[in-house]
């Protein structure tokens, strides 16, 4: 059926889609990386663990001692002599003895649980906190997506590891170890009859696992892609249906579901296999432990060179039953360590990452910055091939309005990034109020910047909230007077629910220009010292705009402004305008000096114009 309706794709697009999946899910074990990562369990060394450990011991050493008193006391002593006093005695201390394994448990799990929830909290905390430092290289260098799974997924996959691999790891340990030891003293010859299928066990556990842990590796591999795919699909939703490319859509998600569907097929059907090999082995421990032990018993009735009694036989039935569960165990353990190798690598590697932004030690802290900015054959490149500046030099005196103007890619939005330093110079320096901006403390800084870009971002919660996000101490009436400073007032109040409507994340709800006047509240009610606006009125309408002019003026009164617009209308009245092309100024001046030039930005207004009066 689902063949039948498979879509066919067209040779041309058959490439779209295709997800790498250059993340290994496993990696082989590597004690210093395991060390850092249990590095994270030493606050709790003194309180949680040492009682999981503990409770972990109690309750392994119950279930150590259950057997020999179920068979050997309990048959041998009380039951075969009828020594009906000890038999009571007995069962009292089994009772008992289950009890406290009981509650020696339920705290064990409690405590474990406890102690992997904290470690995980813990270094998720470390790691956003981490990123959220890191330089705007490290994001242009990734998606938002991959940088997601890390904080999720790689420290999700970290979860299991910590609250049951590692105290499972001693317990399962001392409860093989611990049966094997009873085992011998209990019967020498028959533990070495039945030992015979510990290597079987083992050798199902591994190479069988390994096949199953393959699988089920591809299916989160699938799984990954089809969510890429919706979440692709989704996003660009309108595009698809404004191309009417839905079929072609359909078809790469039917492509990709089949292989998910294949996957999972693949996966159950290995793990159906494993169970009947795990019973099969059960099967000849049993056999054997019946052939032989009713011999060794024969043996031993008959007075032989053997002294097996049938309590020791039922304390071996017991232990033959715990054997599976350990081994089962340390292999699930041993696939949990390799994918959580691979996990906390990807972790450390963003942990290791240094911001290429740094603070000095002794950074200045400026309490007011006048904003006054200068740059001295100031280079800077992205990448190694290309120069996004090439030894530029200006100076912007406090308070002034300068305009950059240019062509697309001509270097402007890299001028306002060096500015809040988002980015280093590779050459030449970058001075504010005659510092040169690394000896300045980031925060004292960035906190006198604000910087209003085209696609401002609007986070989840009230209008209230966002524009409160230029200064969280500002009461309500300061939010407000902000919002009727630059004009976004008016159709706030239009709101259903006015400041207090809430916006979803990005805003998806407001227009692009409604936006932007929020951003313009926002920066406003920061009052910084420097403002930098990339192309912040693009998406406002001209009668809006002229409108907010008179805003904007305010906005910018006794601040330095950085202006970056490819509407020349809006920057008529700038101190100075620079024009830049291919990262070079190549003219600056007011707008009637320029004009008078008759250079490039003449001829840019003219072809404006020239547009306007043909539409
Ligand atoms: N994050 C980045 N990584 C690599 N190269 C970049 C990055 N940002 C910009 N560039 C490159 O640097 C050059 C200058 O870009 P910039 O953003 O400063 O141009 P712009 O003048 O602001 O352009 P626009 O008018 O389109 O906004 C361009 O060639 C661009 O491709």
Redesign the pocket.
């Known amino acids: 059926m689902r063949r039948k309706h498979k879509i066919e794709l067209n040779d041309n697009v058959k490439k779209r889609f295709y997800y790498s999946t250059d993340q290994a899910i496993e990696k082989p074990f590597n004690w210093k990386q395991m060390w850092r990562l249990l590095a994270y369990m030493k606050p709790y060394s003194k309180t949680l663990l040492p009682l999981a450990i503990i409770t972990m011991l109690i309750a392994t050493g119950v279930r150590l001692a259950i057997p020999i008193i179920i068979g050997k006391y309990l048959y041998d002593d009380a039951i075969a002599q009828k020594d009906m006093d000890l038999l009571t005695k007995l069962a009292i201390v089994v009772g008992a003895l289950y009890l406290v394994s009981y509650v020696a448990n339920a705290f064990r799990i409690r405590w474990m649980n406890m102690l992997g929830q904290k470690v995980i909290y813990d270094l998720r905390k470390h790691l956003f906190s981490h990123v959220q430092g890191l330089s705007h290289r490290f994001f242009?260098q990734r998606s938002a997506g991959s940088i997601l799974v890390r904080i999720m997924n790689d420290i999700n996959s970290l979860q299991e590891l910590f609250t049951n691999g590692v105290i499972n790891l001693l317990m399962d340990f001392i409860l093989l170890i611990g049966i094997v030891v009873i085992l011998f003293i209990l019967s020498p010859e028959l533990a070495t009859a039945i030992l015979i299928i510990l290597p079987l066990m083992f050798f199902i556990s591994t190479s069988l696992r390994r096949k199953i842990r393959r699988a089920w590796q591809d299916v989160r591999i699938k799984q990954a892609m089809l969510n890429s795919h919706l979440n692709e699909s989704i996003q660009g939703i309108r595009v698809t249906q404004s191309f009417t490319q839905e079929r072609e859509n359909m078809g790469f998600f039917d492509r990709i579901n089949s292989e998910n569907f294949e996957s999972w097929k693949n996966a159950t059907r290995q793990n159906a296999i494993f169970r009947p090999f795990v019973e099969m082995t059960n099967a000849v421990g049993t056999v054997i432990l019946i052939w032989f032990g009713a011999y060794l018993i024969q043996v031993n009735l008959t007075g032989g060179s053997s002294s097996l009694t049938v309590g020791v036989f039922i304390s071996f039935a017991f232990y033959l039953g715990m054997f599976w569960e350990p081994i089962s165990r340390l292999g699930q353990l041993y696939n949990m360590l390799l994918v959580g190798m691979a996990s906390s690598e990807r972790i450390f590697e963003f942990l290791d990452e240094k911001p290429i932004v740094d603070e000095k030690e002794d950074a200045v802290q400026i309490e007011t910055i006048n904003g006054e900015i200068e740059f001295k054959d100031v280079e800077f490149s992205?990448?190694s091939k290309?120069k996004?500046l090439n030894k530029i030099s200006l100076k912007m005196e406090a308070g002034q309005t300068v305009a950059l103007v240019?062509h697309?890619?001509?270097?402007?939005?890299?001028i306002a990034n060096l500015i809040s330093r988002f980015y280093d110079a590779t050459g030449g320096e970058v001075l504010i109020d005659g510092h040169n901006i690394k000896d300045i403390s980031l925060k004292s800084l960035r906190s006198q910047i604000s910087v209003v870009l085209q696609d401002t971002f609007i986070f989840s919660g009230t209008i209230n909230d966002n524009i409160r996000f230029g200064r969280p101490t500002a009461t309500d009436e300061e939010v407000k007077a902000a919002a009727e400073a630059v004009g976004a007032n008016a159709f706030i109040e239009r709101l259903k629910n006015g400041y207090e409507t809430e916006v979803e994340e990005r805003g998806n709800v407001l227009s692009v220009g409604e936006r932007q006047l929020i951003s313009f509240a926002r920066a406003l009610l920061a009052d910084p010292s420097i403002i930098i606006l990339d192309?912040a009125t693009a998406s406002i309408d001209t009668e809006t705009e002229m409108q907010i002019q008179q805003a904007l003026k305010q906005l910018l009164k006794g601040r330095t402004a950085i202006i970056?617009a490819?509407r020349l209308s809006t920057i008529r009245e700038a101190d100075n305008i620079i024009v830049?092309d291919h990262g070079n100024i190549m003219e600056q001046g007011n707008h009637d000096q320029l004009m008078n030039h008759e250079g490039i930005y003449y001829r840019l207004v003219k072809a404006q114009f020239t547009m306007l009066d043909v539409s």
């Open positions: 242009d992205y990448d290309r996004a240019g697309t890619g001509s270097g402007k939005t890299t192309e970056i490819h830049l």
